[in-house]
């Protein structure tokens, strides 16, 4: 594997339900990102890992909760979702805090 | 307030004609800019990137051109290909190590 990857690439699930999104990057970066693209709207930033210290929360609701084990992976762990959250989630990452990032194909979510 | 990214929606140009993305930036501060595609169920991926101190950079196929006296960033594609179909958006870092990116240009490649 190369690049950034993430898994699922789809996901359903109902409000009640809780489920994780998993990336894992294999480019030695030490900083990882989780980014929310929703249609005709900027990336939203909801993310920041840097040596595995979270170092960003952009005003993320309590509902999706990061998890970063290692500097290779990154986890987002999703409970009882909104509608709303339905979007597709993008995790990246970058050599360091700052700099190019460089995308996984992203995880697209449906909140039923 | 600051802005980034006020591309146009969309681009149709002719296949082996080139093609020019626009972004226009307001903070002056700015230091870095990165280009990125993304293609239709694909993540973003980076295509050419360009810092402050620089008027023009190039890659394959690619030149990036920042013109910081009007805040303004353009791609410029040569001998614009099928593949080359996709949304095409901007990101800026302030300073502050984060990116700021804008909506995005959808380019189509007329056969």
């Known amino acids: 594997e190369t690049g950034v990857t993430q898994t699922p690439r789809h996901l359903v699930m109902g409000m009640t339900n809780k489920k994780s999104l998993k990336c894992e990057q294999h480019l030695g970066h030490n900083a990882m990102y989780w980014y929310k693209q929703s249609a005709k709207k900027p990336l939203e930033l909801m993310f920041v890992?840097?040596?595995?210290?979270?170092?960003e929360n952009n005003s993320v609701p309590s509902r999706f909760s990061p998890e970063c084990p290692n500097s290779s992976h990154l986890f987002l762990h999703l409970h009882t979702l909104q509608p709303e959250d339905s979007a597709l989630y993008l995790c990246?990452?970058?050599?360091?805090?700052?700099?190019?990032?460089?995308f996984g194909p992203g995880t697209r979510l449906t909140v039923l | 307030g600051e802005s980034v990214g006020l591309h146009l929606p969309t681009l149709s140009v002719q296949e082996g004609d080139n093609s020019i993305i626009n972004c226009a930036y307001s903070n002056s501060a700015s230091d870095y800019f990165i280009w990125y595609k993304q293609e239709s169920g694909k993540g973003p991926q980076f295509i050419i990137d360009i810092r402050s101190n620089m008027d023009k950079r190039q890659g394959q196929r690619v030149t990036v051109l920042l013109n910081k006296t009007v805040k303004h960033l353009s791609l410029q594609i040569a001998a614009t290909q099928p593949g080359d179909s996709a949304v095409y958006f901007c990101a800026e870092d302030f300073g502050n190590e984060k990116l700021t990116f804008g909506t995005g240009t959808r380019l189509t490649i007329i056969p």
């Open positions: 890992y840097s040596l595995e210290e979270r170092v």
């Open positions: 990246a990452s970058s050599q360091k805090k700052g700099g190019a990032q460089y």
